[in-house]
Structures are given as C-alpha cells and as structure tokens.
C-alpha cells in the first residue's frame, strides 16, 4: 500500500467479555463494568464486544446477575460505540442445538436491548448451523458478522477458508471474521489468508486472535498489511496471554501510519488504570493467575486452545491422574483426527478433550465413549469437516447411518412451551429465554430474584460463597 494511501483500522475492544472469559472464568461484574463505560465509550473504538460468550451463563449461575440487564445498562452508558455479541450458531450462547424459533427470539431480544453487532460462528464451520441466526440477524437489522472458526489440519487450507468466506458472504454476511481461539494463526498466513479473501469477497475482514502462543500482535499486524479491516485487542490489564493481544501497543504501533486507528492512547491509559483495578480483585478472589499471561507453545503443538488447557489439568487433577498430563496433550489430536478434525472451540473442545482424557486414564482407547462423543460422530452438532474413523463409527454406531440434514430440522418448535414453563417466574420476555438455555440455572436465579422483590434474603446465599470457577 501507498504511504498516501490512509486506510485507519478499526478496533474492537474485549475487555467487557472475552479478555475477562478468556483469563478470568468470565468474573467481571456490571458493578465494575459500569464505571469505565464513559471512558469506553469516548475513545473511539469500532465496537465494545460486551455480551454473549459465556457472559450469560455466568451471570446467572455464579454472579446473581440478569444478562439483559447487564446489556440494557451498557446500552444506556455507552451510546455512541456500537455494542457486539457472540453468538454459537444454532447453540445460541448454550452447548447442544435450539429450535429456530428460540434462536429468532434470541436474536430479536438482544438487538431489541441494545446489541448492533452479532458475531456468528459455529464450531464445526457448518453452515447450516448458521443460517437461521443469519436471517434472523438481517430480518431485525442488526448487524451480521460470520465467524469462521480457524483451526489447521489436513483439510482446513487456505482455499478451504476462502471458499468458506465466499459462501458466508452468498448467505448475508456483512463482515466475515476470521475466529483465531487458540492462537494457532501464524503471521504469514494471517497474511495470505486475509490477501486471498479480500480478492473473492468485498467486504470487511475482522480479525480475531489471542496471544497464548506469543505471536498474537504478529499476527495482527500481517493482517492489517494484508487489508484486514478491524482487529480485536484487550485493554492491558486483561490483554495477552489467553486473552487478545494488549491494545495501546496496537494502538501506538499504528499511529501516523496509513493504518492510524485514531484511538485517544490517553483515554486508553485512564481506561486501563481503572479495570487495573478489577483485574487486582480478580486476582485476590483467585479468578486471574499470572499463569494465564505466559506463552505456551503447546497451544500450537497439540492445538489445545488456553481454556482447554486448563480444563484438562482439572479434570486430570479430580481423577487423581495429573502425572498423565503429557499424554492426554499427545492424545488430543489422535481423538482429533478420528473425529474428523473438528475445530477446538466450545463445544467441540470439550468433547474432544473429555475423550482424550478418558483414553488415557481407563489405559484403552474409546473404552468408555461418552454421549457427546457419540453425538459429534452421528452428525448430531452438524457436519464433521472431514470423515471420522471408519472403524471408530462403527464400534459406536454400528451400521446406522449419519444424520446429514441441518440437525435444527429434526427439533420441534419449543419457544411456546418455554414460555408455560416459566409462566411461575415470568416478569419479562427476555424470562423465557434465559430458562431456555439454561433451565435450572435460571429457575434458581428467578427463585432469588423472586425473593429479593419481597425482602427476603437471598436464598443462595452470599453470592461470592457461590462462585466457583468454570
């Protein structure tokens, strides 16, 4: 490009959702949130991401918090940026498949509360899983980001990728974001991938990454040379590591550039020396380790993004098998390959995660096969991008053959029957879909919500002795 040529970059800062899911188990509070929104709001940025994710459940299940209240008070205190949200396909913001009815509804009610941007990706880049949150984006004018979940293996190339854009563009999109969850995008090919898509489709391209490899900044900026339009950063206090690269440093890296993002750096500055704060509350209730900040290049080794990690440490340690840790790393991407290379990304993460560890610690491969693994394999969560083990299907499902029609097809609508079950909590709308997605979370919410109206303390009881990290 041209010195003369400008082209400023636009920034989505994530500091109000992934950056805090990706390093501190999703722990920030509204309470916190609220006082940096002016700031947020001022600096200049293309969008706030403040929603979706695991934001709703943790709200609900260990912050006595209502999500859409979260999003209303956002709204309210920061008018001029536009707000985003992730939103899992045809899981919404849950873990198995809704009815379309659901996912139009949900759609409807965030935008309705003050979302402009949704962010739609589906873990196995299945595009049926996407198309009703698309139509439903469009129909209720909102704003439509396609994601598509990066991940490399033998038949996610390049060409791959490019083709995938091509056809989210045919399906409406009006950004198509290139979702890096485990750092596994390299610089060059951050810049060959970004090259080819911006010769087939004419739209922009959002880049999102997290540094846990330590080339997260590389990547962004081979990217931005490469026509990349928006990138995603977190504040410093919450940036690096398993979270987005920091974003002054992008911010300084590309001013009196042709790429200049036009943020205020002093407005950022006040801004992070705020939620530095939070991040020290976060590290004092034991949310946030210094762990979670270093490089680990077993990311990129076994393609274990940070929080699958942390996961499988976990559920090593409960099974008393933690000196077994380098072997359910090797076992990853052999469950991986039997399973048709699935992306890394919830829920396929912890699918492929929980098998590898059950392979290891029972001493026999698919000794024990648990219910999500059968599903993935049926078709149930869609189609695998590539064929599974012949003999893996076999020894599980015999000769029954794989679903292949769009999984969403085969599910009733349920929306109404959502709404008589809640009839006993009911005082919004928005009621019936947290009870969706979340059941007896959200009757235990509504239950203490219920008995705050009427002055009765809470029946959780003290909401920190109810937080446990996910």
């Keep these: 490009m041209s010195d003369t040529v400008k082209k400023p970059v636009k920034i989505t800062e994530t500091i109000l959702r992934d950056a805090h899911q990706s390093q501190a188990a999703t722990r920030m509070r ?206 410093s206090p919450l940036g690096n590591g398993t979270s987005q690269p920091a974003t002054e440093p992008l911010v300084a890296t590309l001013q009196n550039t042709p790429y200049d993002t036009g943020i205020d750096l002093a407005v950022l500055s006040e801004a992070s020396d705020y939620f530095r704060k939070v991040a020290d509350r976060l590290k004092a209730d034991g949310f946030l380790s210094d762990k979670v900040l270093k490089v680990n290049i077993k990311a990129l080794m076994y393609q274990v993004p940070g929080g699958m990690l942390s996961n499988l440490i976990n559920q090593l340690k409960e099974q008393n098998a933690s000196d077994k840790y380098q072997e359910v790393l090797e076992e990853v991407p052999r469950v991986r390959k039997d399973l048709g290379y699935p992306p890394l990304v919830t829920p396929t993460s912890q699918i492929v995660g929980t098998q590898a560890v059950l392979n290891v610690v029972l001493g026999e491969r698919y000794k024990m096969v648990t219910k999500e693994t059968k599903g993935l394999l049926h078709g149930d969560y869609g189609t695998l991008p590539a064929e599974p083990d012949a003999e893996l299907y076999k020894k599980v499902w015999g000769d029954e053959p794989r679903v292949t029609c769009r999984p969403a097809d085969l599910i009733a609508p349920e929306y109404e029957k959502f709404k008589e079950e809640v009839k006993p909590y009911y005082e919004q709308e928005e009621d019936v879909l947290s009870y969706a997605l979340f059941p007896q979370v959200a009757t235990k919410f509504f239950e203490t919500r219920k008995a705050a109206l009427h002055g009765v303390d809470n029946v959780l009881g003290n909401r920190e002795e109810n937080i446990h990290p996910v």
């Design 30 to 235: 509204l309470e916190e949130m609220l006082p940096a929104c002016a700031l947020l709001d001022k600096a200049g940025y293309y969008s706030l991401e403040c929603w979706g994710g695991a934001t709703f459940d943790s709200c609900l299940r260990f912050l006595n918090e209502d999500p859409w209240e979260r999003l209303r008070a956002l709204r309210h205190a920061m008018p001029n940026t536009k707000l985003q949200m992730l939103f899992r396909g045809q899981n919404i913001l849950g873990y198995k498949h809704y009815a379309d009815d659901v996912v139009d509804n949900f759609v409807r009610l965030s935008i309705k509360n003050g979302i402009d941007i949704i962010r739609i990706f589906d873990a196995l880049n299945d595009v049926k899983n996407l198309r009703q949150a698309i139509d439903s984006t469009k129909k209720y004018k909102g704003i439509c980001e396609c994601a598509m979940s990066y991940t490399t293996s033998p038949v996610h190339t390049t060409e791959y990728f490019v083709n995938l854009a091509v056809e989210l563009a045919n399906m409406g999109a009006d950004i198509i974001c290139i979702k890096d969850m485990a750092n596994l995008l390299l610089p060059a090919t951050a810049y060959e991938l970004v090259s080819e898509i911006k010769k087939k489709v004419n739209l922009p391209v959002h880049i999102h990454t997290h540094n846990t490899c330590g080339t997260g900044d590389m990547v962004n900026l081979k990217a931005i040379e490469a026509g990349a339009d928006i990138v995603d950063t977190a504040l």
